[in-house]
């Protein structure tokens, strides 16, 4: 059996790239029996942006609803809030004593956001990647299934883990990150050099899996392409087209080969429309259990602290036996 564990931040909205490249995945490994599966809002890691209070505890409830409609089972999996497990900001004190201030300055993510957020560099943004090495390592996890972008902060979760295995013996699972074949990173509408981002200001740019069928057919059509008529897969070359086929892809569940068969004689406008459809059709009986499950409030809450409990079960046990190993009184 493998333990699965992956984490969302309930901030802002969730894109297509979010739903493609992380949460529809995390549905297709609960559904395979042999992995045991966690999955968390990482509502301790949003604050590192300035939140504002209002809004970002309707992002909590919104995610959480969100991943249900994804169709994260809370029978199957557990499906909670970080903030609601303290071992995970506990963990992360004991790991930040055997984290380097040099590794954490070399994150890309940590570089990008600094800049982003010049006016608050704080502690918390620094610190990110070992909050979430504290999460995966909790729960002896073996596999961390993520987008591109996140492949840095696994890299430094296993360098951790070994660092303190290799004093205090076996303490640690050290997990691997796991990628999905297509759609990895699916990339800005507006611009398909980077990545499509829930924090982009340009609304065209990104599509939330809430749009409408018609804000998304917009958006869509208005998708950059190049000036060349040929439809072909080479992220390179053509990147436009290129993640618009890895997106049609996976909407329609097929490879990108039998993609482009499927696209033969098209022109670019047919492969905006083809896209659009199959994306709406893909977010459709999501976006109706999103709006069901929502008003439910009671039953969300009833999942999350379920959840939680849960978890907490598995990370009291972790934390317990690293304090051990420190030499703590117990
Ligand atoms: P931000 O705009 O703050 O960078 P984000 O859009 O990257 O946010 P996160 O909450 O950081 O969203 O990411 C959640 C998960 O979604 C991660 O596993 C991440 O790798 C994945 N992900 C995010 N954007 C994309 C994308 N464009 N393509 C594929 N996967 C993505
Ligand atoms: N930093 C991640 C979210 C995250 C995460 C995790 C992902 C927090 N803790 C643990 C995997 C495992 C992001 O996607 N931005």
């Not at 995390?26 to 559904?31: A, D, K, L, P």
């Not at 608050?120 to 002896?140: K, R, S």
């Not at 980077?194 to 069928?213: E, G, Q, R, W, Y």
């Not at 897969?233 to 086929?245: C, E, R, T, V």
Request: aromatic share 8%; net charge negative.
């Amino acid at each position: 059996m493998k333990t699965i564990y992956s984490a969302i931040q309930p901030s802002g909205i969730m894109t297509l790239g979010n739903y493609i490249g992380a949460v529809n995945n995390w549905r297709t490994m609960q559904s395979d029996g042999d992995n045991k599966c966690i999955f968390a809002l990482a509502d301790l890691h949003t604050i590192t942006v300035r939140q504002q209070p209002e809004q970002f505890n309707k992002n909590c409830w919104s995610f959480y609803a969100l991943l249900l409609a994804v169709g994260l089972d809370p029978k199957k999996s557990i499906v909670y809030l970080q903030s609601h497990v303290k071992e995970h900001c506990e963990l992360a004190w004991l790991l930040n004593c055997y984290t380097y201030v040099g590794e954490m300055n070399r994150m890309t993510q940590f570089k990008d956001k600094s800049a982003k957020h010049a006016d608050n560099i704080n502690m918390g943004l620094m610190d990110y990647p070992v909050l979430m090495a504290a999460d995966i390592l909790l729960y002896d996890t073996d596999l961390v299934p993520v987008g591109y972008d996140q492949l840095q902060h696994i890299e430094i979760t296993r360098d951790i883990a070994l660092r303190i295995n290799n004093i205090y013996g076996d303490i640690f699972k050290v997990p691997d990150g796991f990628i999905p074949k297509v759609g990895a990173k699916i990339m800005s509408l507006q611009d398909p050099t980077s990545k499509m981002s829930k924090s982009d200001t340009n609304p065209n740019a990104v599509i939330s899996c809430l749009d409408t069928p018609d804000v998304i057919m917009k958006k869509f059509k208005r998708a950059v392409t190049d000036s060349d008529t040929t439809i072909a897969y080479d992220p390179q070359n053509k990147a436009g087209i290129s993640n618009l086929l890895g997106i049609l892809a996976v909407a329609q569940g097929k490879t990108i080969e039998e993609t482009l068969k499927d696209c033969e004689g098209f022109r670019y406008g047919d492969l905006k429309v083809r896209v659009g459809e199959s994306v709406i059709e893909m977010l459709r009986p999501f976006q109706e259990e999103y709006n069901r499950l929502i008003e439910a409030k009671d039953y969300l809450t009833a999942c999350a602290k379920e959840g939680a409990e849960k978890a907490r079960e598995i990370a009291e046990n972790t934390l317990k036996r690293f304090k051990e190993a420190l030499g703590y009184i117990l």
